[in-house]
């Protein structure tokens, strides 16, 4: 039987820091975690504020815990037991040299969405032009703008929340990372896609035409265009100017529950579902993407592993050149890039 880890009164509570790694790592495994003997070094290191390889050394000198730091790893070890994330518990999530400030109601970035990130950091990097201009769409906790911002320090990057709660968590990312040079939006991807429609309708209206005298009413006149928001303010002088847009946007198919209680029962649903095939809204961003990114522009995307041929397909019907998939560090397929062909109407 294990030692209860928060009952430091209890004489078998171990203080000696190896012993109560061995015996997290112990629970942890009984509940199912992947990989609980990171977790535990991670748990700890975030009590007693020191780095995973610093505690690892603690740990082997014999170093002993004082019984309330003992008590609070004790207490953590019991909430991740129970699969809450281990990002949830620190408040933390690292991304590329970043730490992230994550927690309930925004998505936990993922180690394969670093590919990602540097699919597009490589593209920013190729720009020629001096300040080259960025966008992420669906940004979550900020990890992609963030990345991008700080690896690419010429970069100006502009992303996009729908979420309330995932904004203010972003909102607290940029503050901290975002060097002045991220601009952070709240509004949904549609109201961009909306205003191209708009945009297009009053492109092939035709010239008014003079007043019916007999009733008053100018016989051509359609309904007004819908208002603009903060987001159709923002993005309007954009574009065709965008360099680069990448996104993680959801992807799970509506009826493909995921199976780790982390994901499933933690991460917002806004972030994981994506219509009944998971590609709702890549629909979307690729086609406003057409008219936001700049000829021979380049377009990135995160997806599920069976899931490239689609977007491949669907990319090059909206006129992107050179679809192409690639595999994350595990050898899945995670990213597919393309690039922009000649635009579509830009409607000043």
């Not at 599920?304 to 994350?328: F, K, V, Y």
Request: net charge negative; aromatic share 2%.
């Amino acid at each position: 039987m294990h030692a209860e880890l928060n009952d430091p009164n209890d004489p078998n509570h171990p203080n000696d820091l190896a012993d109560l790694l061995s015996e997290v790592r112990g629970r942890l495994g009984e509940a199912g975690i992947e990989d609980p003997a990171a977790d535990a070094e991670l748990i700890a290191g975030h009590v007693l504020g020191v780095s995973r390889g610093r505690l690892q050394a603690l740990a082997i000198m014999g170093t002993a815990v004082e019984p309330g730091q003992a008590e609070a790893i004790g207490d953590l070890a019991g909430e991740r037991a129970r699969r809450i994330p281990l990002q949830h518990l620190t408040g933390r999530a690292p991304f590329r040299g970043l730490e992230l400030a994550v927690g309930p109601g925004v998505f936990v970035p993922r180690p394969e969405t670093e590919s990602v990130a540097q699919f597009a950091i490589d593209a920013l990097r190729g720009v020629p032009d001096p300040e080259p201009l960025a966008v992420d769409l669906c940004t979550g906790s900020g990890a992609l703008a963030l990345a991008l911002a700080h690896e690419v320090p010429t970069a100006r990057v502009w992303a996009v929340e729908k979420s309330r709660e995932a904004h203010a968590w972003a909102a607290r990312n940029v503050a901290e990372w975002g060097d002045g040079r991220v601009e952070l939006i709240l509004g949904d991807i549609a109201e961009l896609e909306a205003a191209d429609v708009d945009a297009e309708t009053d492109a092939d209206a035709p010239a008014p035409a003079a007043a019916d005298a007999t009733v008053g009413v100018d016989a051509t006149a359609t309904a007004p265009a819908a208002p603009q928001t903060p987001l159709t303010r923002a993005f309007t002088p954009l574009r065709g100017r965008i360099h680069v847009l990448v996104s993680n946007p959801p992807y799970v198919p509506s009826d493909m529950v995921p199976r780790d209680p982390e994901v499933r029962d933690h991460d917002p649903e806004l972030a994981l579902y994506g219509g009944a095939d998971g590609l709702d809204l890549v629909r979307v961003i690729s086609r406003i993407g057409r008219r936001l990114v700049v000829a021979g522009g380049t377009l990135v995307l995160e997806h599920a592993e069976l899931q490239g041929r689609a977007i491949r397909d669907l990319l090059a019907a909206d006129g992107w050149r050179s679809p192409a998939t690639h595999p994350d560090l595990t050898g899945r397929d995670r990213t597919t890039t393309a690039v922009n062909g000649e635009l579509p109407g830009i409607v000043p």
